[in-house]
């Protein structure tokens, strides 16, 4: 297979067009077998349920070239869970795991040309997603549904080097207690627009969410959850919120620190004031695997971690060697964390 002429290194985290792309409607009560097709775009009635009411969610997860030269992609077993559990809560006919499974293989195989190259750095973003598609104007769910997979080429995260970025704590609530801040949909991403904007035009990196109850714990960033290494470099704490999501690479960084490097592990609520006890923080999901927090700005009063502002701290920087070297393939992954493509 030849590969397209892409400068790889140059990519950034943004959309690029490829060839192909999945699509599977639903319809009298069932989800049809479902298609490769060539078309990027969609027509859509302009009554769509999608439209009206935001009745739509989605996942993210990434393909890459191993060393040795396969194409694999990342436990995508936890992404087809999650996106049942988003289903359910939004009303949305489920898209049977196994069959994402399948579907999300079917997608990168059509799509290997565009799969970066082992060593480039550059990963392939695979972003299924389902969405209301018929007419709905009384507030209902909607009838008839599209699943469809669309993937796009993207850069490293961090172009020449990681540094650790400056988050503040936001005054706006991302997910209201038994709300919706557990599933991955776009209704959590759009009322964090405005904010992100904001945090961006006052010089910060993210926004840093606290339970909205209380204001007193900390749940994650607007597309991110957070990690804590304590003191002692000896535990991953990791907060533990109902109103957060189940981020996969928290889950597998958890495992990995346990598992791979001796730690101990801690999944629980934690308070904003412990935060002057930690040595490191980072952010960790998919698109950049870990950004490392160097420091968090609470209405002027700085918290700075003692890893620093120039580099990841030395936990950190272990658990994301760890964890890239499992997705890379040059460390052994655990079993079913590796899911073969080509
Ligand atoms: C997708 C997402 C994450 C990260 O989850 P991963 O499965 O690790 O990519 C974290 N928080 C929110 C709000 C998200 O939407």
Redesign the pocket.
Known sequence: MQKKDINWGELGFGYQVTEARYVSEYKDGSWDEGRITEDANIVLNECAGVLQYAQTVFE??KAYTTEDGRIVCFRPD??AA?LVDSCRRLEIPPFPEDRFVEAVVETVKANAAYVPPYGSGATLYIRPYIFGTNPVIGVKPADEYQFRIFVTPVGPYFKGGVKPIVIRVSDVD?AAPHGT?DI?AGL??AMSLHNIVDAHAKGFDENMYLDPATRTKVE??????FIFVSADGQTLITPKSGS?????????LMYVAEHYLGMKVEHREVLFSELDNFSECGL????AVISPVGKINDHGREICFPSGMEDMGPVTRKLYETLTGIQMGHIEAPEGWIKEIL
């Open positions: 993210g997860l936890l992404n999650r991302r801040g991955k959590n991403y994650e960033t607007g597309g991110a959850n957060i999501l189940p981020s996969i690479t928290r889950r597998s960790c999901g998919t698109a």
